[in-house]
C-alpha cells in the first residue's frame, strides 16, 4: 500500500472518531454584562431619543416634499420596472391619467424650484393607491412563470430546450435538433 493512501486512510478513521462541533440546533450565546448593560439601558435611550425622532423628521421631510410637487408615493416607483410596468397596464385609464398628470405637474414644479399652493397640499401622499394593482400584476407574473416558461428578465418564451445560453428561437441554440 502506498503512503498516501495509507496516511488518507489514517485521516480518515481519525475524521470518523471525533463528534461534529456544529450542533444541529440553535446554540442560545451568553452575554456579557457590557451587552446586556447596552440592551436594556443605552439601546431604549437611542430609539427613544435619535432613532426614532429622526426617522419621523425623515418621513415628515418625504411626506413634505410630496405634497409640495404634488404628487404621491407610489406615483415615484419606477416605470422601467416590470410589475410596475405590468400594474399600469391593468390600472384603469383615469387613474393612469391622475398619475400621468401627478408626474407632469411635479417635473414641472421642481424643474421651476417652486412648490403647490398650501390649499392644494391638503392629502396624504402615502397612500398606496397602487398596491392591489401591483399584487395583481406579480400574481399575473407568476402565473406566467409557472405555466408559460415564460422568463422574466428577457421577456421571451422559451421555445426550444433550454441550454442557458440565451435561445430565443428554436433554432438559435447550439444543438441541432
Known amino acids: ?27 442560545k450565546r451568553e452575554k456579557s454584562p457590557f451587552q446586556q448593560v447596552w440592551d436594556e439601558v443605552f439601546t431604549p435611550v437611542w430609539f427613544k431619543l435619535v432613532k426614532g425622532p429622526y426617522e419621523r423628521w425623515e418621513y415628515n421631510a418625504l411626506v413634505a416634499r410630496y405634497r409640495g410637487m404634488g ?12 410589475i410596475v410596468e405590468r400594474a399600469l397596464d391593468i390600472i384603469p ?19 421651476r424650484k417652486l412648490h403647490l399652493p398650501l390649499e392644494l397640499q391638503n392629502y396624504d401622499p402615502m397612500v398606496p393607491y397602487m ?8 400574481f399575473q407574473m407568476q402565473e406566467e412563470q409557472e405555466l408559460l416558461a415564460f422568463h422574466p428578465w428577457d421577456r421571451r418564451l422559451y421555445t426550444a430546450g433550454v441550454s442557458g445560453f440565451g435561445e430565443t428561437s428554436m433554432h438559435s441554440t447550439f444543438f441541432t435538433m
Do not use: T
Not at 10 to 23: D, L
Not at 95 to 110: E, S
Not at 131 to 138: G, L, S, V
Open 1 to 27: 500500500m502506498s503512503f498516501h493512501r495509507a496516511f488518507a486512510r489514517v485521516v480518515c478513521n481519525y475524521n470518523k472518531s471525533i463528534e461534529g462541533s456544529v450542533p444541529w440546533y440553535q446554540v
Open 71 to 82: 404628487i404621491m408615493a407610489d406615483d415615484a416607483m419606477n416605470d422601467k420596472d416590470m
Open 93 to 111: 385609464e383615469d387613474i393612469r391619467i391622475q398619475r400621468y398628470r401627478r408626474m407632469m405637474r411635479g417635473a414641472v414644479l421642481a424643474g
Open 131 to 138: 398596491a392591489p394593482y401591483i399584487e395583481e400584476a406579480k
